[in-house]
């Protein structure tokens, strides 16, 4: 006998959630003044309503009442209604006099007016009128005392007054829902017309993202949209400025380090074939020579990459600064100053001076100052170096050397990139140095400028936004 094959339960994966679409903001705006308009016309039919309302149904008592009064008054009434039997069928009210004992005398032809116990406390003097609605005829009902052992009694159908109402309510709905078909109509309009400009900031960000296009949009108008397109402008210059200095960099860099890798790959390569079997051998002289080419290239790719790090480092925003006493950074820069400038003296003057800011990128902006004035000092030189207020709310850092000064060429381009002037060509350097001063100033507030001293040397300030300590 066969065994049935063995089953197993299957598993069936369940169906991925569809993801909830998210209403666009131009649905939002229309439903929200769609909303608002059905609420305040809700509130206001509702007001209408109650007080129409209320208006008609006391316009049916007061005429209620004083039809009854009246009828009271009238002698024909008091003659009895089998004298005048059609004296009450020309309108809608229904009348008749009530007795103590519960029997109502109404007009031949009539129709019978509803009593009940409340008009029968009116006729039996226990109570001196009586006013309310009678649930089964849809009716007001009002009982005034009529003579000994009697009552008055009117009644008016509410027929009338319910189909006013009725009417009402339909046009106040009908005005209602028309509102609010105007207010979406208008709400779309609005939407559309309102977020033109954020469509056009949309469009213009997904471009940028798929082409890195940074070109500006075109602004329209003065209104919060317009400002937001003018601030996304100056975002997108704020990149493309920082792009072109990047690209700048690179370019600036690749030059840069063209000329030091050739030479010392040059160099490696002499070595390297000297010592292959057969060449001719290079003499101690010039192997010295060219260890001492390697090791100095080998200085100077370092320091070119380190200022390249740096000026690298100084693009990166910083989320918050911090209290700066500049007289300690002049001071910590000049100590390192000091264990590498030999013979040169510094000639230092300082005024207290407080800012917010970065203290390393200051400490290295001023020591590239001093790191630049000692190169160009001859031995025996002193470097002057002044920090003082300058009564406008900024202070000035001046390093002046005792070397042969910058030529009236060369003052505007100090502060530029990889720039060396013909005297500083032959001198170690990068050419980064005071790029980085420039920067660190730049950051701060401030800014960096070249001179001449009256020593006759160069003279590069620093100047920093800030208040005395």
């Not at 402008?233 to 030091?260: C, Y």
């Not at 390569?269 to 080998?298: F, H, Y």
Request: aromatic share 4%; charged share 20%.
């Amino acid at each position: 006998m066969t065994q049935p094959a063995p089953t197993f339960p299957v598993n069936h994966p369940e169906p991925a959630s569809r993801p909830r679409r998210r209403i666009s903001l131009r649905s939002r705006v229309t439903l929200l003044a769609a909303a608002c308009v059905a609420g305040v016309m809700v509130l206001v039919s509702i007001g209408a309503y109650l007080t129409i309302s209320r208006n008609l149904y006391q316009e049916v008592d007061d005429n209620l009442v004083a039809r009854a009064v009246s009828a009271v008054r009238t002698p024909q009434v008091r003659g009895g209604f089998q004298q005048y039997p059609g004296a009450f069928l020309i309108t809608d009210i229904q009348i008749g006099v009530l007795d103590a004992n519960g029997s109502l005398n109404y007009p031949r032809g009539g129709q019978q007016p509803p009593a009940g116990q409340d008009e029968l406390a009116v006729a039996q003097g226990l109570k001196p009128q009586s006013l309310r609605t009678d649930a089964h005829t849809d009716t007001r009902v009002i009982a005034l005392p009529y003579g000994e052992g009697q009552a008055m009694v009117l009644a008016q159908p509410l027929r009338s007054t319910k189909q006013t109402l009725g009417q009402l309510a339909a046009v106040l709905a009908l005005i209602g829902g028309g509102g609010i078909v105007v207010a979406a109509l208008a709400g779309t309009a609005v939407a559309r017309t309102g977020l033109r400009p954020v469509e056009r900031l949309t469009s213009a960000a997904e471009h940028i993202a798929r082409t890195g296009d940074l070109r500006p949009i075109p602004i329209s108008g003065d209104d919060e949209l317009a400002r937001l397109t003018h601030s996304f402008n100056m975002m997108l210059g704020a990149v493309a400025e920082s792009q072109e200095r990047q690209r700048q960099l690179v370019s600036d860099a690749g030059h840069e380090l063209r000329t030091p890798l050739t030479s010392l790959r040059t160099n490696l390569e002499l070595l390297l074939s000297a010592s292959r079997a057969g060449a001719p051998t290079l003499s101690e002289k010039d192997r010295a020579e060219i260890e001492t080419d390697i090791k100095a290239q080998l200085d100077e790719l370092t320091q070119l990459i380190g200022d390249l790090v740096e000026l690298a480092r100084q693009d990166e925003p910083h989320a918050a600064y911090e209290r700066v006493e500049m007289i300690d950074v002049v001071e910590r820069a000049l100590d390192r100053a000091r264990r590498r400038a030999g013979e040169i003296e510094f000639d230092v003057s300082l005024q207290p001076w407080v800012l917010t800011g970065d203290h390393a990128a200051l400490e290295r902006a001023v020591l590239n100052l001093l790191d630049n004035a000692v190169k160009f000092s001859p031995p025996g030189a002193a470097v002057r170096v002044r920090m003082h207020p300058l009564g406008d709310g900024t202070a000035v850092i001046e390093v002046a050397d005792s070397g042969p000064g910058i030529a009236d060429a060369d003052l505007p381009k100090v502060f530029d990139r990889f720039y060396r002037s013909s005297e500083a060509r032959t001198l170690p350097g990068s050419g980064l140095g005071l790029s980085i001063v420039k920067q660190a100033a730049e950051r701060h507030g401030g800014t960096a400028y070249a001179g001449k001293a009256p020593e006759g040397g160069a003279l590069l300030t620093i100047r920093l936004p800030g208040q005395p300590a």
